[in-house]
């Protein structure tokens, strides 16, 4: 259809184009000059009249055109966008002299019509004309900018009939970016009459689409209501072999556009129509069957109502009712959807694998790989949200909303995703948007919960959130969502986030949150993963600018390992020169535990008291997957304590002491970076250290396999003897001559002092 208009508008354009090239001349090559001309200011476009132009003033304006043609865009396939065999038409002039259009007949043989897009996607239908040379005035200069546009507004549409305009046998063809011909239409056929503006618009038309016979039919009670844009009845139709649609009732044009009648769409097969407009499905993809669309619509003022609209499909079984209205500056949305299993992917081809993202190419501006982002030079924290926009958000849409919005059907899959049933309600009520989601199966699991903005207060949001995931398969999720490495467990979780501000920055600054997790029955393909059996995690985040606090369990190999965690408030953490922190690490076979600050500048360091204490290093040695040999003893316990200081540029050991079966040692040290040379100190004391009892002994030298000495007369092509240098060879030839970087060295002064009273080690 809006083909049809756009072709019948070119038509009437082209025939006022010959009414104003017309100076009471009768002279055709003045003429083909002045529409030329014309068609190149308005379009960028060469327009060509290759025939003779007829031409008769009184008592009607008749014209007749023969050959006309108008360039394609350039680098299009085709020479030509639009040619035309002929054009006759027939116009009251006296009419066209007082502003009404009274056409009495235009026939336009034989169109041609092609549309296609570039490599780029720009359609050739998109025309940019040409700069003018003409100086541009400023607005307000000439005497149609002075006039006020409500004078404009209440000018009355002018006065338009049409006896007759017609096409024979047109063309019409669609090429895409790719250079496939997806619409072929031959064959086009249309008579257009609405002989006064209070009598019916008809439009009748035919045509071959893609080798399909389709016909169109269009009736709207009164032309002049719709360019007056008022509601005017209309009743339209399509009808093929493969699909039919219609609408039979009235066009609401103002307060607010709508429908009010019903509506059909009804597709014998989804695959067939899909092959036919040039969009086939995969080979591999089934084809969805029939399809059947019914809805009835009631407009009345600034209300538009869906009393009804019902889908069926293979796999689609789903009703729909609901309403529109505009009024006093509030927009009111109610909105039903009921239904059984829609199922979407038998509707669309299936999705593209995921393929892997490139890497990342390096940027000058990023830093250094390990360097934590820098702070201000007053010593303050980086800004951790300098990112986010300060502007305030629009509220305006959430306050002059009113909804009521329900979903309930018994399931959804979409791109591989399977999701249902769906029970979800959304209201917004005096600026306050909830959100609830009774039901919602995904998979085996389940998920609950609600959402709260609330604009009603002040001139900022509050966000308020609460969500629980009751065991939810991860193994199906993984699968779907095509992950790398396979993991299956069953998920549970607990969400609550809450926060307020007026503008994005402040709304993350004052998030607050919780989540409470559980992973269970984890299984893995995966070696690292494999001995993972089950993870539970609280973490607790108070504010931005107070301690988040974790606490989390570990089954893994079965052994449950206990971790609990606090630091500095996260921009401290992530910006600041240095933060605090208290972790500890607790099983049966090994604890660890640090408690004191992480200096990240001006050279990373701890300053804090470190611990571990490992009961049987044998039997950790074998929960970790890497036993010792069947004939070497458990070492038994080992202990390390370590005591650190880090002080700007000075990081300070100021005693290490590791206790175990054959070691007992005492360490201290020092490092200073103040001057421009590196000051280095460090002491080692020990009694004995057996080192041999913690590794594994040395392996034994394997002799080589004895093998039979190949004849002399036959040496070995595959391992040929090495040759002797050549005479005045140079035997240091593979050795480097780069000189030695001795910046490290000559930048560092440093004292070592080591005694130790016996050392066991690789059977020495």
Request: charged share 20%.
């Amino acid at each position: 259809m809006r083909f049809l208009v756009w072709l019948v508008g070119i038509v009437v354009a082209l025939v006022v184009l010959v009414v104003f090239g017309l100076p009471f001349v009768v002279n055709t090559g003045f003429v083909k000059d002045r529409i030329a001309s014309a068609a190149q200011d308005a379009t960028g476009r060469t327009l060509v009249i290759d025939g003779d132009i007829g031409l008769s003033l009184f008592p009607t304006l008749s014209v007749d055109v023969n050959g006309v043609r108008l360039a394609n865009a350039d680098g299009g396939v085709a020479e030509q966008m639009v040619t035309v065999s002929s054009l006759s038409a027939s116009i009251d002039s006296m009419a066209l002299i007082g502003g009404s259009v009274i056409i009495d007949s235009v026939v336009v043989r034989e169109p041609s019509i092609f549309l296609e897009q570039n490599a780029g996607g720009r359609p050739n239908w998109e025309m940019t004309p040409p700069p003018s040379d003409d100086t541009a005035s400023a607005p307000g200069d000439s005497a149609d900018d002075a006039a006020p546009a409500e004078l404009a507004e209440a000018s009355p549409p002018p006065e338009i009939r049409i006896g007759l305009i017609q096409i024979e046998n047109g063309a019409f063809s669609m090429r895409d970016a790719a250079g496939t011909e997806t619409i072929v239409a031959e064959s086009l056929n249309v008579e257009l009459t609405a002989p006064a503006p209070e009598s019916p618009l008809n439009l009748k038309g035919s045509v071959t689409l893609n080798g399909e016979p389709v016909a169109i039919d269009v009736l709207a009670d009164s032309f002049g209501q719709a360019l007056a844009q008022e509601r005017f009845s209309l009743v339209a139709s399509v009808r093929s072999a493969l699909v039919s649609a219609g609408y039979d009732g009235a066009v609401e044009q103002s307060p607010v556009p709508g429908l009010d009648g019903s509506m059909s769409v009804d597709i014998g097969s989804v695959g067939a129509l899909a092959a036919w407009l040039g969009q086939p499905l995969p080979e591999e993809q089934p084809d969805p069957g029939p399809f059947k669309l019914d809805a009835t619509l009631v407009a009345d003022g600034a209300a538009v109502t869906l009393t009804e609209a019902k889908i069926v499909g293979d796999g689609l079984d789903a009703t729909a009712s609901g309403s529109f209205e505009q009024a006093g500056g509030t927009t009111k949305v109610v909105f039903n959807l009921e239904g059984g299993r829609i199922d979407v992917d038998r509707y669309l081809p299936p999705p593209a694998p995921a393929a892997a993202a490139p890497a990342a190419a390096p940027t000058e501006s990023a830093a250094p790989a390990g360097e934590a982002q820098s702070s201000p030079d007053n010593g303050e924290p980086a800004d951790l949200f300098a990112a986010l926009p300060t502007d305030p958000i629009d509220l305006t849409p959430l306050k002059s909303t009113q909804a009521d919005i329900k979903i309930k059907l018994g399931g959804v899959s979409a791109m591989g995703y399977e999701v249902g049933p769906i029970d979800v309600k959304l209201d917004i009520v005096d600026g306050v948007l909830s959100a609830f989601i009774d039901e919602m199966g995904v998979y085996d699991g389940t998920i609950s919960g609600w959402l709260s903005v609330d604009s009603a207060a002040g001139d900022g949001l509050i966000f308020d959130t609460s969500m629980e995931v009751k065991a939810l398969p991860l193994g199906r999720l993984a699968e779907a969502a095509q992950a790398p490495v396979p993991v299956a467990g069953i998920l549970s979780t607990t969400l609550a986030v809450r926060t307020e501000g007026a503008n994005p920055r402040a709304l993350a600054q004052g998030a607050s949150g919780r989540i409470d997790l559980n992973l269970a029955n984890i299984t893995s393909d995966d070696p690292q993963l494999s001995a993972l059996k089950e993870v539970t995690m609280l973490f607790d985040l108070p504010g931005v600018d107070a301690p988040p606090n974790l606490q989390a369990a570990v089954i893994y190999n079965g052994e449950t390992i206990q971790l609990k965690g606090t630091t500095d408030p996260l921009p401290q953490m992530i910006g600041g020169d240095r933060f605090a922190v208290d972790f500890s690490v607790a099983s049966r076979l090994i604890n660890l535990a640090y408690k004191g600050a992480v200096q990240q500048r001006p050279v990373p360091g701890l300053d804090g008291d470190f611990n571990l204490d490992i009961g049987s290093v044998g039997e950790l040695a074998s929960w970790a997957g890497q036993p010792l040999p069947e004939g070497q003893p458990d070492p038994g316990p080992l202990a390390v304590r370590a005591s650190l200081a880090a002080d700007g540029p000075k990081i300070v050991l100021s005693e290490a002491v590791i206790e175990g079966d054959g070691l007992n040692a005492t360490a201290t040290g020092s490092f200073d970076g103040s001057g421009d040379v590196s000051q280095v100190a460090f002491t080692l004391d020990a009694d004995a250290l057996d080192i041999d009892r913690y590794m594994p002994p040395p392996a034994m030298a394997a002799e080589p396999a004895a093998t039979e000495a190949p004849a002399a007369s036959a040496p070995s092509e595959a391992a040929p003897s090495a040759a002797p240098p050549a005479e005045g060879g140079d035997l240091l030839a593979g050795i480097p001559t780069e000189p030695f970087d001795l910046a490290p060295l000559r930048g560092t002064d440093g004292t070592v002092a080591i005694r130790i009273g016996q050392v066991r080690a690789m059977g020495y």
